[in-house]
């Protein structure tokens, strides 16, 4: 049952996508990913930022005079060579808010021109566009000859990206870590919503962490899931040991919806992200300007894994269900096997649990 059109579409092992978790890296992660037979995902906000640099640059090379371009060459250079053996599958994340204006495009050359590498064209195979209108971009991404898939929170979202173009919608529900739409519908809801309103194969995300959910989505319709607070909790994640406590310790009431620099973004809570949370209520107008201060100085406590009260950590309502920190490889292997046991307990004829 886990052989669905995601599988078929990507060449991998199971139908899991490990999420985009910019401005944080997730290159390692990612090669994690994409080693244990699910998409793996390059983040490039913080890239393009210079504040979550290649590993090639971490012993102190300097950044700041390399290109959004050169650093995220170097990203999926090096990402591709520490997967050749593996032959592991991975894909690109680009957000396409107003704010990025100005890198999105070295970000699109850098991954077109990275697929002229026959073996990186062959492993390379997707660029997940996200958080902004894609049709403008359609062109571009087309000349990549990368599949695009594009994150919609929203019904009318997905059939834009439909028009646009795209060949996958990623159905993002209020309850994932990260941006959320300002209407709060979530997964249990768009998923199927979505389903029914494009003509394309779709994948749910926000809430999914386990095999159950897995299934949960493929009977809503789905051809998959993408995750991404169940991947910050594992071993290879390039995210700090704080961040990957907090998830343990967050209860399923343990994220709040607050201000974010683009839009509303749900926080694992503490005092910072309680914070983000009223400013919201207060409304963007009021709220903004102390809100993007608070956030932009609890990023670089999160990168640099200081200060847990005032950094700040995205996260998914669904960190209330993660209890551990093991490999991807793990994760993904658990998936599968309950998934199978739900599908046969659940879904085959005289199996009803
Ligand atoms: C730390 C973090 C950072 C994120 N950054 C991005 C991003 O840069 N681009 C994007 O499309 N989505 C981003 N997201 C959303 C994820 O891609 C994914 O859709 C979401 O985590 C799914 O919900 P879940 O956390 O319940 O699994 C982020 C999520 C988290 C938790």
Known sequence: MLETPLVEMLGIGYPIIQAGMGPWSTERLCIASADAGILGVVSTVGLAYKIAVPSALEDGADVWDRTPYELLRMTLDSVGEK?????GIFG?????????????????KATTDARKDPDIARRLKVIITSA??????????????????????????????????????????????????????????????????????VVGAGGFCDGRGLVAALCLGAVGVQMGTRFIATRESDFQPMWKDKVLEAGTDGSVVGISVFGPARYLKNGVSLRLGELLQKGFEEGYQ????????????????????????????????????????????????EAEEVAAAVLEPGGRR
């Open 290 to 337: 102390e809100g993007v201060d608070l956030e932009t100085r609890g990023i670089e406590l999160s990168m640099a894994g200081e200060e847990p009260d005032r950094a700040v950590f995205f996260g998914g309502e669904v960190a209330g269900r993660i209890d551990g920190v093991p490999t991807v490889e793990e994760v993904v292997a658990e998936i599968a096997r």
């Open 83 to 87: 997967t050749a053996e593996s032959g």
């Open 92 to 108: 690109v994340n680009i957000p396409l808010a107003q704010e990025f204006a100005e890198l999105i495009e070295g970000l699109f």
């Open 132 to 201: 902004g209108n894609p049709t403008p971009w359609s062109g571009t991404i087309r000349e990549s000859g990368a599949l695009w898939f594009h994150v919609a929170p929203s019904v009318y979202h997905a059939r834009k990206a439909e028009q646009a173009g795209a060949d996958l919608v990623i159905a993002s529900g209020r309850e994932g870590g990260g941006h959320v739409a300002f209407e709060p519908v979530h997964t249990m809801t768009l998923l199927p919503a979505v389903v029914d309103a494009v003509d394309l194969p």
